[in-house]
């Protein structure tokens, strides 16, 4: 009988829990055993009681198995260490505020079933979110589909259902500011987009504040894209053509007298304006990538767990 893993950050969310557990146990009851089930919560240092209710379930259903942090690491890293505890064939990945219905699986595992061995939901309707989330989403995916040598699938979160090979992929690779969904697109193997409608919270508010989404947004590009470096050069190269022109410009200007401005005023300023915004830009630009690999000469994990229930 295959066995089937469900992977599920938490952070701060007590008022979600146990209905996100329930659906989840009764998803898998109507499958008729068809199904091993085990869910991994990640407890993301919650602090609220997440980790007391986590507890209290844990006790008594051990197929549920919680893995706490010491602190708060981010989603992506809850995810990432779900994934290194994750034992079934295959592995669904979503968030405890129910916005990604349990009910979706068993068709997903219907499409594991055909084959497929990356299932990834793909949001046709998007309910309870503010126009401004949805315009940032689409400049998003927009921006990095361009600039990226690999797709990322538009309209899609971490919501999905993957294959155990996939995730052993994964768990090979070493980087320290994971951007998960840009990963599955990039190893590949045989993908399949399921379309579903999301849903509002069941409760509680987002935690993933504009902050966060632009931390995610930068990590996404970063990883994915050395492009921006290449369009500081280009700009680069851009600025030295201007300077060149305004030079030409200026003397010209000396020599036939073609406005009496102060000598030298409007196109010092100009240059200065340009150019120091141009080196401004490059260093901020640079420095976001110089500042990933300082990430990652540190060696520090990406996480530290500090309790461990049913593993």
Known sequence: MNKVSIIIPVYCEEEVIQECYRR????????????????????????????????????????????SFSRNFGHQA??????????????????ADLQDPPEVIPEMLKEWENGYEVIYGKRKIREGESKFKLLTAKAFYSTINKLSD?????NTGDFRLVDRKVVDVINTLPEHNKFLRGLFSWVGFKQYAYEYERKKRFSGESKYPLGKMLKLASDGIISFS???????????????????????????????????LTAGWTSLMCTMTFLGGVILISFWMMG???????DETKGRPQYIIDKKINL
């Open 78 to 95: 809850a995810v990432t260490a779900g994934l290194k505890y994750a034992e079934g064939d295959a592995v669904v990945i979503m968030d």
């Open 24 to 67: 989840i146990t009764t998803v898998f009851e109507n499958l008729n055993d068809k199904y091993n089930h085990e869910i991994i919560f990640v407890n993301d240092g919650s602090t609220d009681r997440s980790f007391e209710i986590l507890a209290e379930i844990s006790r008594e259903d051990e197929r549920v198995k919680i893995i």
């Open 288 to 294: 976001e990538y110089i500042a990933r690999i300082y």
């Open 226 to 260: 050395t492009k921006p470096l290449k369009i500081i050069g280009g700009i680069g190269i851009i600025s030295v053509f201007i300077s060149i022109i305004i030079l030409i410009y200026t003397i010209l200007s000396f020599i036939f007298k073609w406005n009496n």
């Open 150 to 154: 690999v797709e990322i699938p538009k």
